[in-house]
């Protein structure tokens, strides 16, 4: 019995036992299959290298761009002493103070800046309505045109257009924008350089434009602006206290320099390209925690400028540098008033005889060809004399407004990121509605400084409601108590 039962066990042993032996020796019917794999594989690899080196590189940027957010993401700086002054340092604010300064909220713990919106559509609205006062009558009699509404039609569209471009900006976070803003950056002096190429268009002797399709053009040095409110921005956020040294305070003037240089050199530009150079400025100002050696250095800055002005006119009166011949009719009006003071002049005159309520609405004599362009930089000559010095105080009245608006989403902004975007587009706003009234009123040599939401101009319009939705979306960061 118990060979009869040992037998068959064996003989099962021997069976599994040759089982295995050919499983574990698959040469014998496959030699080449674990070869013919390998060469597979290295086959796909090499065939997918390039796939995958793509992959990687995305992997790469997309941690670039989360380190980014986690920069982005810095608190506001503590007040010096320790203690908190209102609204810095701090994302909540009490509600019902809040509302009573700012607006209302739509929802419980958020808020929109409703006040800021109705300014915006104020401005927009009354600037539609000065301009084609101002334009009707040189559109008219333009022999291309022939057409009182052409100026006030397209700023009309691209005003509607822009309002769209404000609400779908303000619905995305701002961190967003902060993450690309070194490409963006980059992209805005690209967009110059490309106004040295072929695809460049000189309009009345300045070559500062991209031509695009359906007859439209583009302005790069609008773009500039915003490029380099969210890049210096983010800088300032990403060097924390080393902007604090004069190695961080240099590493930013450097990139504002470049943008600004991009500015003046690509598109031959020089007031946007102060303006660009003194947002720069200003946001280094804002952020460091001392006063004094920025008074000196405006002080030093203004005796230079006093310097090399005298030094012109008294060296430099027979250039042929057009801004030097700018300079010399600014000192001298007089002498000049037929050629390079002339504009700036007939604007005095109209401003003196609109008198305190002016003359009436579309009642101005100075646009009947006095005035060439009196629709772009010199329009507030026009609201001085059809609406007297009570129309310019309406105009003074809502950019105040407006930009008290930007002062307090800056003060309650949620982070240091917001903080900073706030206050750009705050000095961006201020810059250029000083520069405007200080030329339109011989306070400063003639430049092309067009006057917000008011002056003629597309891409002006557009991105500057960029500008207002990305500030709309940080007042949208808000956060409210006693909801």
């Known amino acids: 019995m118990r060979s009869r039962t040992v037998q068959p066990i064996r003989r099962q042993e021997k069976r599994t036992g040759r089982r295995k032996k050919k499983s574990q020796n698959p040469g014998d019917t496959q030699p080449m299959a ?19 080196r793509i992959r990687s590189g995305y992997r790469e940027y997309q941690k670039v761009i989360d380190r980014r957010r986690q920069v982005l993401n810095t608190p506001k700086p503590e007040p010096a002493g320790g203690g908190r002054r209102p609204g810095r340092g ?7 103070s809040l ?4 607006g209302k909220s739509f929802a419980k713990g958020q808020y929109f800046d409703f006040d800021m919106l109705l300014v915006i559509v104020f401005l927009m609205c009354f600037g539609l309505v000065m301009l084609y006062s101002a334009s009707a009558y040189e559109a008219q009699v333009d022999v291309q045109l022939q057409d009182d509404m052409y100026y ?15 609400f779908i900006v303000s619905r995305i976070d701002y961190h967003i924008y902060g993450a690309f803003a070194v490409e963006i950056y980059v992209v805005s002096m690209i967009l110059m350089a490309l106004v040295r190429t072929p695809l460049g268009v000189t309009l009345n002797g300045a070559r500062r434009w991209i031509g695009l399709p359906g007859n439209l053009t583009l302005q790069p040095a609008e773009i500039t602006k915003i490029a380099v409110i969210l890049f210096i921005s983010y800088e300032l956020c990403r060097l924390g206290k080393k902007a604090y040294k004069m190695a961080g305070i240099v590493r930013i003037l ?6 600004a240089g991009g500015v003046l050199f690509l598109t031959d530009n020089l007031s946007t390209a102060i303006i660009v150079m003194a947002i720069t400025c200003i946001l280094i100002f804002v952020i460091h925690p001392k006063t004094r050696p920025f008074l000196i250095i405006i002080g030093v800055a203004v005796a230079a400028a006093a310097v090399l002005i ?18 010399i009719s600014w000192l001298n009006p007089e002498a000049t008033a037929d050629s390079g003071s002339f504009q700036v002049l007939q ?7 609109g008198g305190f309520f002016g003359k009436g609405l579309g009642n101005s ?32 009245v809502l950019f105040g407004l407006l930009l008290y608006r930007l002062m307090f989403i800056a003060k309650n902004a949620p982070d240091l990121y917001g903080s900073l975007i706030a206050t750009g587009i705050f000095a961006h706003i201020a810059l250029q509605v000083v520069f405007n009234v200080a030329v339109v009123t011989g306070l400063l040599p003639t430049t092309g400084i067009t006057l917000p939401f008011i002056s003629y101009g597309g891409t002006a319009i557009l991105f500057l409601m960029a500008e207002m939705g990305i500030a709309l979306g940080i007042s949208r960061r808000i956060k409210l108590e006693g909801e």
């Open 34 to 52: 674990p070869i013919r794999e390998e060469q597979k594989d290295r086959g796909m690899d090499t065939r997918s290298s390039g796939a995958e």
């Open 90 to 96: 701090n994302n909540r604010t009490k509600g019902g």
């Open 99 to 102: 509302r009573r300064a700012m």
């Open 152 to 166: 006030f039609s397209k700023q009309a569209l691209i005003g509607a257009a822009g309002f769209v471009v404000m």
């Open 254 to 259: 450097v990139f504002g320099a470049i943008a």
């Open 310 to 327: 005298a030094v012109l006119a008294a060296t430099a009166a027979n250039s042929d540098n057009f801004r030097i011949q700018r300079i």
């Open 347 to 353: 604007g005095l005159y109209a401003i003196g005889s």
């Open 365 to 396: 004599t100075q646009k009947l060809g006095a005035i060439p362009e009196a629709q772009n930089d010199m329009i507030l000559v026009v609201i001085c004399e059809e609406l007297g010095v009570f129309g310019a105080i309406i105009i003074f």
